[in-house]
């Protein structure tokens, strides 16, 4: 059932969307943005809580557009309210939005929440900062079929919307964890998972590892690498060769490269 309809710009729900685009307004209320009908439909499929849906039909770009919003409003799971164009704009984030946003509940998984397979890849990113460079290796994380992607030391909003959108939705169906160093390294000890540390400083090539074990990759973040920390705890430090004048891969690459050579060994 459609709610209301929101035209004035001056709206107070038009006024808590904006809000929820910064961190602050996101952590107070637990609640972030979802926009696109691709993003809205991977948060759905995984689960996710959504408080409230908001639409503009005057700007939908396909018949699937309107075929989700009546299928939403059939199912009643959640307000639904429609906009006029001057007010879905303002309250959207995107340059060429597709007329559908939602308000959703943030989820705080932890280690032991995850379900692994007989031999996981894991995925521990540490002290990434640039929620495009996360959205990049989610979707090559998704591709790569990794079992879990942890963020240790973690500066980074995982609900920004930059991260869910260059995601393509695909953070919602990762299993996304946030964790502190010493329990991760014991999480990770306890099952027995071996850890490759991502280093220009080391002669041992990416694919001069075995893969067909329990791995996890540890990737540090552009800025600074890895800590001395990771450095000394992995198993192995690997790198990616390289030929020209640069010295390492922008951090989304270099964690596909290293995916895909697991992938390749596995297969």
């Given at each position: 059932?459609?709610?209301?309809?929101?035209?004035?710009?001056?709206?107070?729900?038009?006024?808590?969307?904006?809000?929820?685009?910064?961190?602050k307004h996101r952590d107070r209320q637990s609640r972030f943005l979802v926009?696109?009908?691709?993003?809205?439909?991977?948060?759905?499929?995984?689960?996710?809580?959504?408080?409230?849906?908001?639409?503009?039909?005057?700007?939908?770009?396909?018949?699937?557009?309107?075929?989700?919003?009546?299928?939403?409003?059939?199912?009643?799971?959640?307000?639904?309210?429609?906009?006029?164009?001057?007010?879905?704009?303002?309250?959207?984030?995107?340059?060429?939005?597709?007329?559908?946003?939602?308000?959703?509940?943030?989820?705080?998984?932890?280690?032991?929440?995850?379900?692994?397979?007989?031999?996981?890849?894991?995925?521990?990113?540490?002290?990434?900062?640039?929620?495009?460079?996360?959205?990049?290796?989610?979707?090559?994380?998704?591709?790569?079929?990794?079992?879990?992607?942890?963020?240790?030391?973690?500066?980074?909003?995982?609900?920004?919307?930059?991260?869910?959108?260059?995601?393509?939705?695909?953070?919602?169906?990762?299993?996304?964890?946030?964790?502190?160093?010493?329990?991760?390294?014991?999480?990770?000890?306890a099952n027995k998972i071996v850890c490759y540390a991502t280093t220009p400083?080391?002669?041992?090539?990416?694919?001069?590892?075995?893969?067909?074990?329990?791995?996890?990759?540890?990737?540090?973040?552009?800025?600074?690498?890895?800590?001395?920390?990771?450095?000394?705890?992995?198993?192995?430090?690997?790198?990616?060769?390289?030929?020209?004048?640069?010295?390492?891969?922008?951090?989304?690459?270099?964690?596909?490269?290293?995916?895909?050579?697991?992938?390749?060994?596995?297969?």
């Amino acid at each position: 059932m459609e709610d209301s309809y929101i035209q004035s710009l001056q709206n107070d729900q038009v006024k808590n969307l904006v809000k929820l685009r910064e961190r602050k307004h996101r952590d107070r209320q637990s609640r972030f943005l979802v926009e696109g009908l691709r993003e809205v439909g991977h948060a759905l499929k995984a689960g996710y809580e959504v408080t409230h849906l908001y639409y503009c039909p005057d700007i939908f770009p396909s018949t699937a557009h309107t075929e989700f919003i009546n299928m939403q409003k059939k199912m009643g799971n959640f307000p639904v309210t429609r906009m006029s164009a001057e007010a879905f704009k303002k309250a959207s984030f995107r340059e060429g939005p597709d007329g559908i946003i939602v308000i959703a509940i943030q989820q705080n998984n932890v280690l032991t929440d995850l379900k692994l397979s007989e031999k996981p890849i894991l995925l521990v990113l540490e002290g990434i900062e640039k929620p495009g460079n996360l959205g990049a290796i989610l979707r090559s994380a998704d591709g790569a079929g990794v079992d879990a992607v942890i963020l240790v030391d973690c500066v980074l909003d995982l609900y920004n919307p930059n991260a869910i959108r260059s995601s393509q939705g695909l953070l919602f169906s990762s299993a996304l964890v946030l964790s502190e160093r010493e329990p991760l390294t014991q999480w990770l000890d306890a099952n027995k998972i071996v850890c490759y540390a991502t280093t220009p400083k080391t002669n041992t090539m990416h694919w001069n590892i075995d893969c067909r074990r329990s791995i996890a990759f540890v990737m540090g973040s552009e800025s600074e690498g890895l800590s001395s920390y990771w450095l000394e705890k992995s198993a192995q430090r690997i790198r990616i060769p390289m030929i020209g004048q640069a010295d390492s891969l922008n951090v989304a690459a270099a964690t596909a490269v290293c995916l895909y050579e697991a992938r390749r060994q596995r297969s």
